[in-house]
């Protein structure tokens, strides 16, 4: 039994793979069940087994990709200082390992989805939300700048975030690096701590 369950989660994942491979290559809208099954190597009757159609497959991949990265959250220790707290969160957020553009073009193609997609709307808002209390939990830690409270900054931090991926994607201009830099540069303002002098990021940035 356990080796059926095991085969059977295995078989799920080869086929979520499949898809994210499809809409990196030609999107969600032209991917069909087929080409899903071409890339997991299965028959397409084959994959229908595991999943009704390939809107319950994007569902599956979607929810498992948030409780991946919400697994991830670096767990946040308050007797450490400010500025190594900010960076492990910066380091999460934009590290080696962290999303490249292919993988951040799929997550902008999701996003787009849940807007009419019942399932993935609620999948996203309740990834919004854990994000939303993590980045609370490290305002909390290191106290956010007189007169914005913790939930605030860490809203105005999530959007950033979410705005940067976006222009990393459609912004030749703005590599990652930039982005990280601005992004460290926002949460320290948002913390009551000096960001680094304009010559300084100035220098920082200048990849």
């Known amino acids: 039994m356990a080796r059926a369950a095991t085969k059977r989660t295995d078989r ?3 086929i979520s793979r499949a898809l994210y491979r499809c809409i990196t290559e030609q999107g969600y809208a032209n991917t069909t069940l087929t080409d899903i099954a071409g890339r997991a190597k299965m028959t ?8 009704d159609d390939k809107a319950a497959i994007l569902v599956h991949y979607a929810r498992g990709l948030c409780e991946r990265i919400e697994a991830g959250f670096p767990t946040l220790d308050p007797g450490r200082p ?6 492990e969160v910066v380091a999460f957020c934009f590290g080696e390992g962290q999303p490249n553009t292919e993988f951040l073009g799929v997550v902008q193609e999701l996003s787009g989805l849940a ?13 919004t ?10 305002f909390e830690t290191i106290s956010p700048v ?13 959007a950033l975030l979410a705005g940067l991926d976006t222009n990393t994607v459609f912004d030749p201009t703005l590599s990652r690096a930039t982005a ?6 926002t949460v320290r303002t948002l913390a009551g701590l000096d960001a680094l002098p304009r010559t300084d990021r100035s220098t920082s940035l200048g990849s």
Do not use: M, N
Not at 129 to 138: E, Y
Not at 146 to 158: C, E, P, Q, V
């Open 12 to 14: 799920r994942e080869a």
């Open 180 to 185: 990280q830099q601005l992004f460290r540069d």
């Open 44 to 51: 397409p009757s084959h994959v229908g087994y595991y999943f």
């Open 129 to 138: 939300q854990q994000w939303q209390r993590f980045l609370q939990v490290l």
């Open 82 to 87: 400010a500025d190594e707290l900010i960076d």
């Open 146 to 158: 007189a007169g914005l409270d913790a939930r605030d900054a860490s809203r105005i931090t999530h």
């Open 115 to 127: 807007v009419h997609d019942e399932a993935l709307r609620e999948i996203k808002s309740q990834h």
